[in-house]
């Protein structure tokens, strides 16, 4: 596409020139009947009048039947075109094991006295590694490869399905059954071709998609509820499962191959695509996605050899959050430590800290400090945001930039520092969101709902600051507030650090190594 700048499949040009050429065709229509319409207004009234109207009802029907029929036979194709080739042999395959949440020593917290005064001007060494910004334009979520076009008179019964304390109605028609699965390439390709033919899941697939939009799911929350709705569909774990996840997922417009496990049983698997890593994951890497098994045990397989026509890789960075049913937690008030008049009172969605429960721990390939950025660019809640920014507005206004950067950190500096081993057993970061739920939380979660506060209350370029063993924040502040800072590309980034009780903005931790900093710039 010239004007996007971004390639398109064969079968993405396809829809396009079908949906730019019917746009066409609907406008010339379209123009010709007003202009007919305006005479006959004039010079016909009556019955030419209303013979014209129905005509041209009629006429274009007509031209919207032929479109309907145009992108269902374009489905159709790519679809008879995608059960030939899983007919074919799969590609047997050794898994790559899982990767493992980077891991080192979590440095301790640094409790000074309070009201300190400003630092003094400390320039900090180049950092080692600069992690490119690469969510300035964030990708639309994958899109069926032609629109899916329900029967009219479908006839459909609904199935709830509750997903993170969220009931969502998702209607199946009645024509649908499961066919069975022989984990076999040819057992494979015969239930697609059924699945496919029969058009009985157009409807489900559709209200899916229209719910991920009403919902604003993710492309993980999208992934579980497809997954939640097979259970009802079909028995899991089995091949049949298996397959309908994969075909819903596909014809949704993502990337997704089907394996068939080479131990014991054969048995086949669906694993979802995605250009990031997620940690503690068995997968395979093709053509620049990783597929994930989320099965532990399965270390060999066949899988096929290519995704679904213009499919997309899932996105794991939650760049909205989604809208789940209210189970509000009990009220939390935080008073500033350093300034006792300034508090916030806060709950939380418990059904959203169930969302962030099961969400996958994950990274940019390669680039084990990118975990941190996927926490930092997700929102607060509007819930949350609601409660919290007016009373820290307030607390702000009429204040220096530089001030009002010390009440915030002052604000984060005041919730309990608290290791993860203690608290979780194991290295967990937090959204901003939990990090205001749970009772404490350590260095990154402090930086994360910092680096968030500050884009939201100051609307100022942020970044974290990642040093071997602990995670700090930086800003780019409008007028230089003095302090530590970094240079980068001649841009000075002041450093902050809400984990050093209870220093202002400009401080920078005296036992990190400074030489190994790592500058990680974000778009929020």
Known sequence: ????????SCGQVAWEMVRQQGSAMGRSVGTAQENEVDRLKEEEPGSKYDDFLKKSKSEYDSFLNDAKKDY???RSKANDDYASFLSAPWTPVNLNAPKQKPKDRTLPPVRQPKKQQSPRPDKLPAPEIIIPDRNRDPEPQPQPIAPVQPRQDEATSDIPVTIYGTQVTIPVSSRFSMPEVAASESGVAKAWTALAGSGSLDATIKALLDARSSYRMSDWMYFRIISLLVERLAPAPSNEAALLKAF??????????MGIVMQGAERLIAMPGTTDVIYGMSYYNVDGKNYFTFDPDVTRLRITGKDFSGAKPMN???????????????????ACVGYPDIKATVNSNLNLMRMFDDYPASG???ESTSKYAYYAQTPLSESTASQLLPALRKAISGKSEKDAANIIIDFCESIPYVYDNEAWGHDRAFFADETLYYPGGDCEDHAILFVRLIHELLKRPVALVYFPGHLAAAVQF????????????GKRWTICDPTIFYAPIGTCMPTVDRSKAVLIPLTL
């Open 364 to 366: 940019r390939p390669n």
């Open 72 to 74: 269902s036979d374009f």
């Open 316 to 334: 794991l960075v939650m760049s909205q959050l989604p809208r789940l049913s209210m189970d509000a937690s009990p009220m939390r008030t935080i």
């Open 478 to 489: 409008s007028t230089d507030p003095g302090g530590s800072y970094i240079e980068s590309d």
């Open 1 to 8: 596409s010239r004007n996007t700048g971004k390639t398109l």
């Open 248 to 257: 819903i997922f596909s014809q949704s417009g993502y990337s997704v191959r």
